[in-house]
């Protein structure tokens, strides 16, 4: 430990990497369905994957073949963090958990890889060491479902198998993506002023937005709408297995906190931080970031638990799910932790049942927007990006924000088809341009 303890913070990075994707690969192992891992795996990478997509579902990868998909996709993010000149820090920490979370439901072993050869030529053309941009070649993988949908459909409203015709077009629209991708991550800020940690969502959104607009609307292809094409069976999930896996995990986050010396006022002092503009790492050590991710961990899974109580549903733990789970707390590093992201959740929480009296008592319209509706799990999960702003501007500005990117979630994807696996961060930026501008102009006071 005492190693650990002296590692310089990229280098307990990489270490803490490389330990999620050995988890996830143990956990591959432990699944009742192992002797069907590989075959589960084949079936994810030859499918469309337009979200949300629930890998659980036999016909896709079962629960083995999931986790070694999540797996796979750590391992190789992590890989990329050996490279030269590469430096890993919180967007890193985003960047990975990121990933991994979404592997459980639109990002394979087949279709991570085309955004990075147009990070990696936008290095060669700009001379830049391609390790520094680590980050970005990661956060390609955002419109992970358009490439697969490239490859295995494109311009077919259903999918016809691999054409080397779509593989080559994955590869241009890739070397597309990614090379204009760090040009707009770095313009991005400008945009949301920071205040929502899920920055590379803007240009990623964006991007998919125009692709699908010129892809299938202007050229005509069959595929334009988000409701065509196979679907998996939401409804396959396991309370006891995304249970079982995450409380495994945040334990051992705060066993490993305790061991490398946390101390409650270590922690008390992260949790008084706003978010705002800030790496965790650097500025409250080692043994408070890990403690953050382990007791934030288990906040957001007593949520997702308190949902599906209050929901009244037995199908919420399913792969998209549990995938939210680690999206969300890819931003334990960045600037989230349980006292500025419980406003988030509460104006969630208060604005489906909320929105569920106004629609069906004063309106009767049909209601879709349950606390525990597939939509509402997945959006809350982006919106914790937004707890810089709670942070700056206290809690009852965090509820309100919370009910505006609500409102937004579900519309958004009409922009960018299902394309984009950052919908709800794309939403939370949406948010940030109609909710920022009030706050600072009526808002005076602002935390430190």
């Not at 990868?61 to 070694?68: D, F, H, K, S, V």
Request: aromatic content about 14%.
């Amino acid at each position: 430990m005492k190693k650990v303890t002296a590692m310089s913070p990229e280098k307990f990075l990489r270490l803490l990497f490389f330990l999620f994707g050995a988890v996830f690969l143990i956990a591959a192992v432990c699944m009742p369905d192992r002797a069907d891992m590989f075959k589960g795996l084949w079936r994810i990478v030859s499918q469309t994957a337009k979200t949300p997509t629930n890998y659980f579902d036999p016909s896709y990868g079962g629960y083995a073949g999931t986790l070694l998909n999540v797996a796979c996709v750590t391992l190789i993010c992590s890989v990329l963090y050996l490279l030269p000149h590469s430096k890993p820090g919180a967007p890193s920490v985003i960047a990975v958990l990121l990933t991994a979370g979404l592997a459980f439901w639109g990002i394979n072993l087949l279709n991570v890889w085309f955004g990075f050869f147009g990070v990696a030529l936008y290095c060669l053309v700009k001379r830049k060491p391609l390790g520094a941009y680590a980050d970005a070649m990661i956060f390609t993988t955002g419109m992970a479902p358009l490439f697969s949908d490239l490859i295995l459909a494109y311009p077919n409203a259903l999918p016809v198998g691999f054409r080397w015709q779509g593989l080559l077009l994955a590869v241009l629209i890739g070397l597309l993506v990614g090379f204009f991708l760090p040009a707009g991550m770095a313009y991005a800020p400008r945009i949301h002023k920071n205040y929502t940690l899920f920055s590379a969502a803007v240009p990623i959104g964006m991007t998919a937005f125009f692709l699908r607009a010129f892809l299938y609307h202007v050229l005509g292809a069959a595929r334009g709408t988000t409701d065509v094409g196979p679907t998996a069976d939401l409804s396959i999930a396991s309370w006891q297995i995304s249970n079982i896996l995450c409380l495994a995990v945040f334990a051992l986050c705060i066993i490993f906190a305790l061991a490398l010396g946390c101390k409650p006022k270590d922690y008390w002092s992260l949790l008084k931080d706003s978010g705002y503009e800030v790496d965790f790492l650097p500025r409250y050590g080692k043994a408070a970031v890990m403690m953050n991710a382990g007791v934030f961990g288990l906040f957001i899974l007593l949520y997702y638990n308190i949902a599906a109580l209050m929901g009244g549903s037995k199908t919420v733990f399913n792969a998209v799910t549990l995938g939210c789970i680690f999206c969300m707390l890819s931003t334990c590093c960045a600037g989230s932790h349980p006292r500025n992201v419980w406003p988030v959740m509460v104006g969630y929480f208060g604005a489906s049942f909320l929105f569920g009296w106004v629609s069906k008592g004063l309106i009767g319209g049909e209601y879709l927007h349950a606390i525990d509706a597939q939509a509402m799990l997945v959006g809350l999960c982006f919106a914790s990006g937004l707890s810089p702003l709670t942070g700056k501007f206290g809690w009852q500005y965090g509820i309100l924000a919370g009910v505006v990117h609500f409102v937004l979630v579900t519309s958004v994807p009409l922009l960018h088809g299902g394309f984009c696996l950052y919908n709800g961060g794309f939403t939370a930026a949406f948010t940030c341009i109609l909710f920022v501008p009030i706050l600072e102009h009526f808002i005076t006071k602002k935390r430190s």
